[in-house]
């Protein structure tokens, strides 16, 4: 079993920044890709970024440059920063891992992009 446990989102102006974090907890030894996906009101959820056990990346066309994945804390966090906010990237942000046998999702933080 993984636990994950995020934190980051909120209200941000368009052209600003925020983080992202999400902690993971258990049987992490066994985790081989880490992501965020999001879903805004009325669509379907979809990739933003995900990051394999070596360090391989894959990114949305919609974020690619304005957006950044990474680990951190002996490989157990994974780190969304997102730069350049458009209003179209508001929406609830979802944190992924992947082990060997199973995949698990974060409860969900809530990313808002507005004036």
């Known amino acids: 079993q993984v636990q994950l446990v995020e934190s980051g989102g909120g209200l941000v102006q368009p052209g600003g920044s925020l983080r992202l974090s999400c902690a993971a907890s258990?049987?992490?030894?066994?985790?081989?890709?880490m992501g965020w996906y999001r879903q805004a009101p009325g669509k379907q959820r979809e990739l933003v970024a995900t990051i394999t056990s070596d360090g391989m990346t894959n990114y949305a066309d919609s974020v690619k440059g304005r957006f950044t994945i990474s680990r951190a804390n002996a490989r157990n966090t994974v780190l969304l920063q997102m730069n350049s906010l458009k209003p179209e990237d508001t929406a609830v942000y979802y944190c992924?891992?992947?082990?060997?046998?199973?995949?698990?999702w974060g409860q969900g933080t809530q990313v808002t992009v507005s004036s």
């Open positions: 258990g049987m992490i030894s066994s985790i081989y890709r």
């Open positions: 992924y891992v992947r082990t060997t046998s199973a995949e698990y």
